[in-house]
């Protein structure tokens, strides 16, 4: 048995927190394409130093690159029984190559309105430490631009900054978007509401739970 997730839904709706929930409540790894990118940069690696001009543009790393390290990342032994993966499909592309290296048990569709989206980025602050998520107003830490885990910077994405937002919703529109379409046709989507506050995460992830429960 297998817990093979994937998130879809746009930069914003709060994938990150939904996956570090249910990675804990499921026993599953949780691998964030995104932060496999930011610290392939912040280590100043070949493919971050290839690929650091695209991610702080809010542009999609081409499919080549983002297909390889994920086939690889979810070949590792931790990925064995199962794992939540936040960032991928992000093309049709990307998710024929998935359907040919890995069999995906449910892809769990965030929706919320594109207000909430835009208020929910461009609030969001992150540990350039530990990567831990904060939000100005509906998660502040207790002192201001401090980690309450780790006492590291609270930062703002140079992604998360308005102009950059706007892209990436474009983009998200353009080109992930019938990434859910194409997974409906294998009738592989699961669509969870995400407009709640985040005090009522536990509603979103009841949601949730009602799906999964039914695969382990
Ligand atoms: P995220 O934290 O998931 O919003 O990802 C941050 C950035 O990493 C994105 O804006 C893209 O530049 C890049 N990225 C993450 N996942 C993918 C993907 N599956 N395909 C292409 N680019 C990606």
């Known amino acids: 048995m297998t817990l093979n997730i994937v998130l879809l839904g746009p930069p914003g709706v709060g994938k990150g ?11 599953i790894p949780n691998i964030s394409v995104g932060d496999l990118f930011r610290n392939a940069i912040k280590n100043e690696t070949p493919l971050g130093k290839r690929i ?11 499919d080549d690159i983002v297909i390889e390290l994920v086939k690889d990342r979810l070949n590792e ?3 064995k029984n199962g794992f939540l993966l936040d960032g991928y499909p992000r093309t049709v592309p990307q998710a024929e190559a998935m359907m040919t290296f890995k069999k995906v048990d449910i892809a769990l ?13 461009g609030g969001r602050r992150t540990c ?12 502040p830490p207790k002192v201001e631009g401090v980690c309450d885990k780790c006492k590291g910077e609270l930062i703002q994405r140079s992604d998360e900054k308005p102009d950059v937002i706007k892209n990436r919703l474009e983009v998200y529109r353009q080109k992930t978007k019938p990434v859910a379409d194409y997974l409906r046709t294998k009738g592989l989507v699961a669509d969870i509401d995400a ?17 999964l429960d039914k695969l382990v």
């Open 77 to 79: 032994p931790d990925c």
């Open 109 to 121: 569709n965030f929706v919320a309105p594109d207000e909430e989206i835009m208020s929910r980025i």
């Open 52 to 62: 650091k001009s695209i991610v702080s543009s809010g542009e999609l790393v081409p």
């Open 195 to 211: 407009n709640y506050p985040i005090a009522e995460v536990d509603t979103i992830i009841a949601q949730v739970a009602k799906y």
């Open 128 to 139: 350039s430490k530990c990567a831990a998520i904060y939000h100005v107003k509906n998660i």
């Open 17 to 27: 927190t939904y996956a570090g929930l249910l990675s804990k409540k499921y026993s």
